[in-house]
């Protein structure tokens, strides 16, 4: 039994006897089965097909993103050129034969028409000790089409609206700028999982906020969901029915209707309802119920559950409007003279507690309820919540 393995089963010739660690054991070695007894070098080669390739690669590519149709669904293959597509097509196709160690290849595409690369393929390996080297040249044919996103998106496809809105007024542009931003990494997130079905179709400034349609439902829900979180305020939707799909069944679009807070951080506000006359109110946060800091004492207020992020008040400015100016003296612990800074007349104003006693300037907020003194920016900041 042992003879048969120092001859070539094919031709009869002897074969070289097996490296020290193979030869332990001649009979049962488990993973070569008696049946199957090494070539000789020469009928090996006989056999031997280092590369395996297709005669041609036929590849279908969306001509708007680069798609690439593979299987029976396309897929971004984030190629910047369609010789680069050729190549990760080429590269998907060709297969090298197992045995081979030290494999390298190299690739040089020639440009042979608009939609004919040939892809000239080179070789080298090492097989038995032997190097071995081949060359292959495979065609790719390319076929522009149009994938079925951007086929819906040229076709102005979308299946829910996003409003942006507030409630008494238009929504800032930070938070239509963050609207648009949340939109896209939404769809960019989506897309990185594989997600071919995500995109904005459409983002259209009106008269009272912004509409944003995309692609799904999950997606307008995703936007109008974060906004709330973010900015606060409520979203309703409201199914319409659009069609009918071929086999009958009701197609709806949802519309997501997002009502910003009445106020935003940064707005002063005099409290319509407020018993004790505590004096106007710097809004921090619009989440929940409003919260924000008297600028009379600088104590805390929040507004009740019952009236939410909506109390009844008129708007007297935003924190931007204040205007620097200069603290005359410092009259009690309640009392402070500053500048007024359109008559440049002394003015006994309250002080807050968030008042610093060695500033020699201040921000002040001159308005319909009288002037107030507004806590410093960098302040501002770090009280929030
Ligand atoms: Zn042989
Ligand atoms: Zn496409």
Known sequence: MSESRAFCPRCGDPVPERSADDESDDAADPLRPGSEVDLCDSCYFEDFDFVDAPNRIDVRVCARCGAVYRGNRWVDVGAQDYTDIAIEEVSEALSVHVDVEDVAWQVEPEQVDQNTI?????????VRGTP?????MVPVK???QTCQR?????GDYYASIVQIRAEGRTPTSEETDRAKEIAHSIVADMEATGDRNAFVTEVS???DGLNIKVSTNKIGKKISNKMVEEFGGTVNDAETLVTEDSDGNEVYRVTFAVRLPPYTPGDVIDLADDADDDGPVLVRSARGNLKGTRVTTGERYEASYEEGNSPDARKLGEHEDAEETTVVTVEDENAVQVLDPETYQAKTVARPDYF???AETVPVLKSRAGLH???DESAS????E
């Open 205 to 207: 400034e009106t008269d």
């Open 118 to 126: 040939r892809m000239h393929c080179f070789f080298t390996g090492v």
């Open 150 to 154: 951007c086929g819906r998106i040229a």
């Open 356 to 358: 610093d006693a060695d």
């Open 381 to 384: 900041a770090s009280a929030e």
């Open 373 to 375: 003194i507004l806590p």
């Open 142 to 144: 390319i076929a522009r």
């Open 132 to 136: 071995v080297e081949e060359q292959v």
